[in-house]
């Protein structure tokens, strides 16, 4: 069975720092992996998507990063701001059509 | 689109009651999933579908917790009879063909 971890489980740093939030899962065949965000007491936000072939994705100031040959993904932040707090979680599809979520990192960005 | 739509958006109710949650998917999506989460156990899918047809309902915690999808815009999720420990928020997800997925805003229910 897929299993995602997500470390570290909290992070806290000062505005304006780049950040990298890990994701490791130990089965590497998997279809897709997606990262999201949840604000707390909301859903899940879709921020990116990366298919089994690709390395990379990137949105504005989010870069995700995919190794299927060491079983880790990363969600690379720059310039972090306030409005980035909120807890990060990754989902990795396996090729059973079986999503697996990790536990999240909650992020503190400190003004 | 709207996105993806559940209700209600709360349900407090007594133990022993059922509970109906409702969800509507992004138009066009093939695959719905009901999730649940809590703060002990994270996010724990419970059973999807593919073409209105459940797949894997493995994640049912037991047989109290059922889910239909008569068509491709709805499906609902019922809890009969209701417990405290089934206190959570729930979540309705729907995708195309399995890439990226779309969350709704949860059901947040207290069952007293």
């Known amino acids: 069975k897929q299993e995602v971890t997500q470390i570290p489980a909290a992070l806290s740093v000062p505005e304006g720092e780049n950040l990298v939030l890990n994701c490791s899962f130990t089965?590497?065949?998997?279809?897709?992996l997606q990262w999201f965000r949840q604000d707390p007491g909301k859903g899940l936000t879709s921020l990116l998507l990366?298919?089994?072939?690709?390395r990379e994705q990137t949105s504005g100031r989010l870069n995700a990063s995919l190794d299927k040959s060491s079983g880790r993904s990363t969600l690379y932040i720059a310039a972090s701001q306030p409005g980035d707090s909120a807890t990060y979680l990754c989902a990795a599809l396996n090729t059973g059509n079986q999503f697996y979520f990790g536990t999240g990192t909650s992020l503190t960005v400190i003004p | 689109d709207a996105g993806v739509i559940q209700s209600p958006r709360h349900e407090v109710t007594e133990m022993g009651q059922e509970v109906t949650l409702r969800c509507k998917p992004i138009?066009?999506?093939?695959?719905l999933f009901w999730y649940r989460q809590t703060m002990m156990r994270g996010l724990e899918l419970l059973i999807y579908f593919n073409n209105n047809v459940p797949i894997d309902d493995s994640g049912m915690p037991e047989d109290r917790f059922s889910a239909k999808m008569p068509n491709a815009s709805f499906s609902t999720l019922k809890i009969q009879p209701s417990e405290p420990r089934d206190s959570a928020v729930y979540f309705c997800?729907?995708?195309?063909?399995?890439?990226?997925?779309?969350f709704g805003p949860g059901t947040r229910l207290t069952v007293t």
């Open positions: 990366i298919q089994s072939s690709q």
């Open positions: 997800a729907s995708s195309f063909l399995f890439y990226e997925q779309y």
């Open positions: 089965d590497s065949a998997i279809y897709n």
């Open positions: 138009s066009g999506h093939n695959s």
